[in-house]
């Protein structure tokens, strides 16, 4: 950013100021979707024991955490994504301001300064939208099964976007997609989490078109035994 800047972005103030933006709105984001996956593994806790079990069979596949293992964790994707549809970050994308006014195809005309927007959120809760049986439900492995066909292998991802899934997890998607396998890998292995008895996953509120988890939900989480041998050599990723 500094061999970059120019005139007055060159000015610490100035980098200073930019710098907190991009930790603002890339930190939260991130947050948030690891948040909701794991109330989603809570509130569904069927899929608990093959998600960890199938993380345990990359790591030894792959002899460990290296740069190809994020990318074969295909269930952790597919559960991400499966979350993400139901709790998008935001319920619109691509919000911009007219500089100035435009007339659509179908003759509906748009002043300018007006405020525009893609209902991302409403466009993954269709059912026409929804590829697989059951759009109206959650399923962890939706996703991961239609990467089983070879015409879906890549187009089901978590990181790849298209006309039915414009969401994002700033700062992007294939960063923040490598950052919550490897924090959500562990968990798995070493962890056992749940909701305190007669509880369970709380509403999402919104605050204008954001979407929030509710950060009065409580989990309970405690050490496993019995941890899969050399998970701690094994779970050590390096992906640079």
Known sequence: MMDAATGQEAESED??????????TSIHTTTLSMTQATYDLCTHPQYLEPLRAAVVDVLRADGGG?????????????????SQRFN???LLTFNRILPKSITLSNGISVPVGSRIAVP???MLNDPSRV???APASFDASRYSRLCEQPENSQRQLFVMTDYNNLVFACPGRFYPANEMKMMLAPILIYYDMRFPDGC??????????????DPATRLLIRKRSGVEEGMDELLTFNVL
């Open 15 to 24: 980098l200073a100021q930019r710098m907190l933006i991009l930790s603002v």
């Open 66 to 82: 290296g740069k190809l293992t994020v990318n074969h964790l295909r269930k952790m994707d597919s559960l991400l994504k499966g």
């Open 88 to 90: 998008p970050m935001f």
């Open 120 to 122: 991302s959120n409403a």
């Open 131 to 133: 590829p697989g049986d």
């Open 200 to 213: 369970g996953r709380s509403r999402n509120f919104t605050i204008d078109s954001d979407m929030c988890p």
